[in-house]
């Protein structure tokens, strides 16, 4: 696939790899190949709700659709594109290094995913199919006969893999940054993957020890989760939570970093506020364990702590709001150039903020108590997160595509589908915010009649949506053969990893660069000649 | 700071395959199925024989992974600091068991709640482990000085001696374990019972996995692969050893010295 392994690209090459530019294509297929079973799933419970009394899926097999689909989209693909994908292909060439601390480490963190991966199959294909949702909350998942047991081996080997991953690229970061790249001159990208390792770290062992004793009180008769006898049900949700509720900051973070690269790299300017953005994203990673209880609001907490972390979780919206700002501000006479990339990273800034606004909603307790497990919530996580994150994702593999194989995605393919994508995430989601509002609740399979025409603007919209990601899909496999070559530096970057050939050499660097410079240097007096037209200068 | 500063061979750079990755990663695979085969379908002989194949395979890979590791004449040193972070994510572990049975004991009216058998066990035993748990702390402090000042001899008997405690303290853990089974106090009893055999089941764990690790340098200690100028994998076990030491203090004043005072 490349051209200087090309005449050694066997299989064993892949297998017995450490090197992490493959590992990361290992990784990004990997994912890819869940994402595309999650929008399988996804078509079928669509589908079946075109009327109510869902004529295609019974109840009991829509609970085992929306499991594997969640858990899929989150454990399988959001959080491993990010930082499994964009942390292996960036990190080590963002700071001029040769490959990660522990290269070795680095191949058995994907081993052990994919070994999750296999799991995640057979919850799906062997009987006691999983049917306890992706938080798997007692008493349900104990008292089913579902094969929980799978869910917290398949959690566990995600865990030692996302371990692993964490304590290599922190240490990789920390001490493996080529000379002169101070902590100043990283990379945003790079910011925003040390903070996700960070939450990873200290949130992983928490949720790997809550579902151990799921298996524990299932299995061998404890009691943490048995309110008969001393133990609490609601514990596992703490428990669950204070990993799941940071978990979409390990999500978001790098994500906010990638948009940082693209926005700056297409309005040709200097990230706005590059300081701000570093304390906003470490702000985010703190703040992020202190919000769980949002999720707990209805459970019976004390007021004391639901008044305290409902305003902790609007405090959230303090960092974030000033990172959108920084991008717009960025973007702001900025002699903007909409390839694909930045069309995708825009529209994220479009669905972030609706979803984002809805979810100060959401942290009210008020309205929280309302909309609590109603389809308003689904209506938020999959603008904030599902959509919006999925958007980054496109922009920054296509952002990065001629770097990682040397070839270009097609671009008016490309820009088709980002307007796909866009109104089909509208039509299949903002409808539930209403839906949410009037009271129905998630994860039902059927709905009453006088829902029916909402349900069928939803289906819509969720069938043209799932059109755009396949054609995506296509875009990326046909373009990873068939695209043009690549040059070294195709949209004229600054930073570091455009210095150096399209795909890289194994090693990376030939000497090991000294840096002197950001990697935002945009609008230098040659910089802007080459970029602003004559014409351009009058605004 | 510049001298931290660490490149993978700076002079050259050869692409590395290696197949142990990928043995440890499918045979950890494998154990959890096994574990999955006793636990869900009942087939404890066919999974134990999976779960048991797959311990085998880690430890041949963990093996072919350690052999290429030391067949390099030199070593970054790196470790140290990823030791210290990972030490970090397992104070999480141990945070999360804390704060989960703190969670379960305040608002209970009585703890231990009223059925367990002898109320808590005894604090006589528990200080006897403390004693041999934190005197081992300083014995693998002795040894690491010994190696430093390339005392291989002194280094070897400090280590050895580290290993003797750390056995009795799990000796001692485990008699107490079964005095306790024997009075009808179990993990099934009740929260106390379940939160007790975890959390020193999980510290226990973790003293073990310090022991193994040990055994493990005395036995590259004895094939001359360890001395005052390779000494990552030492200091990285020293730092490990200390930090189960010192969550032992946490658990001894949870589970053993608080009920006492409600």
Sequence with gaps: ?539 | MQEKVAYHGLEHHEVELSAWPFVVGMSGLLVMIGFMTAFQWKLPMLGMLLSGVGVVGILIGLFGWVSEVYAKKFEEGLSKLAIVIFICSEAALFGGLFGGYLYNMFPAPQWPPANTPAGVPPLGVALVLTVFLLSSSATIQMAETKLEKGEMGGFKGWLLFTMTLGALFLAGQANEWSKLIGEGFTVSTNAYGTFFYTVTGVHGSHVLVGVILQFFILLLALRNKISSRRQTIVKACGYYWHFVDGIWLVVLSLIYVLPNFR
């Design chain 1, 1 to 539: 696939m490349t051209q200087e392994s090309a005449g050694r690209s066997g299989l064993k090459e892949w297998i017995f790899t450490t090197d992490h530019k493959k590992i990361a294509v290992m990784y990004l297929i990997t994912s890819l190949v869940v994402f595309t079973l999650g929008l399988l799933l996804a078509i079928v419970m669509k589908a079946g709700q075109w009327s109510p009394g869902n004529s295609l899926v019974g109840p009991k097999l829509y609970n085992v659709l929306f499991t594997i689909h969640g858990a899929g989209m989150i454990l399988w693909w959001m959080i491993p594109v990010f930082t499994g994908f964009f942390a292996n292909l960036l990190v080590p060439l963002m700071i001029g290094a040769r490959d990660v601390a522990f290269p070795r480490l680095n191949a058995l963190s994907f081993w052990f995913f994919v070994g999750a991966t296999v799991m995640a199959v057979l919850a799906l294909v062997t009987p006691g199919r999983l049917d306890i949702g992706w938080t798997g909350y007692p008493p349900y998942s104990i008292k089913t006969d579902a094969n929980t047991s799978l869910y917290v081996f398949a959690v566990h080997l995600l865990g030692a893999s996302a371990l692993a991953s964490a304590v290599n690229f922190l240490t990789t970061i920390i001490t493996m940054r080529a000379p002169g790249m101070t902590w100043g001159r990283l990379n945003l990208a790079v910011w925003g993957i040390f903070g996700a390792f960070i939450i990873q770290l200290f949130g992983i062992p928490v949720i790997a020890g809550a579902v151990t004793l799921l298996l524990f009180d299932k299995y061998l008769g404890t009691n943490f989760y048995n309110a008969t006898m001393g133990g609490s049900p609601i514990l596992y949700q703490h428990l669950f939570w204070f990993y799941a509720h940071p978990a979409v900051y390990v999500i978001a973070l790098p994500a906010f970093g990638i948009v940082s690269e693209i926005v700056s790299t297409f309005s040709r300017k200097k990230i706005f506020g590059y300081t701000s953005m570093v304390i906003a994203l470490m702000a985010i990673a703190f703040l992020g364990f202190d919000v769980w209880i949002h999720h707990l609001f209805t459970k019976g907490v004390e007021d004391w702590a639901r008044i305290v972390q409902s305003l902790l979780t609007l405090l959230i919206a303090v960092p974030t709001g000033i990172k959108v700002f920084n991008w717009l501000a960025t973007m702001h006479k900025g002699s903007i150039d909409f390839k694909a990339p930045m069309l995708y990273a825009v529209g994220f800034i479009t669905l972030f903020v609706i979803g984002g606004v809805t979810g100060i909603g959401n942290g009210l307790l008020a309205i929280d108590i309302d909309v609590h497990d109603t389809l308003w919530v689904v209506a938020h996580f999959h603008t904030v997160l599902s959509m919006s994150m999925t958007m980054v994702a496109f922009a920054g593999i296509f952002f990065w595509f001629p770097k990682f194989t040397g070839r270009m995605y097609n671009e008016r393919l490309a820009k088709i589908t980002f307007w796909i994508i866009l109104i089909g995430s509208l039509l299949a989601f903002v409808p539930y915010f209403k839906l949410g509002l009037e009271g129905m609740p998630r994860r039902y399979w059927s709905y009453p009649p006088e829902f029916t025409s909402t349900y069928r603007v939803t289906v819509i919209g969720g069938f043209i949506l799932i059109a755009g990601f396949f054609m995506t899909l296509i875009n990326i496999v046909r373009s990873a053969f068939a695209g043009e070559r690549a040059t070294a530096n195709p949209w004229n970057a600054k930073s570091l990893e455009w210095t150096i050939p399209s795909p890289p050499p194994s090693y990376n660097f030939e000497t090991i660069p000294v840096i002197t410079a950001g990697p935002y240097e945009y609008g230098s007096p040659e910089e802007g000649k080459k970029a602003l037209p004559e014409e351009a200068e009058a605004f």
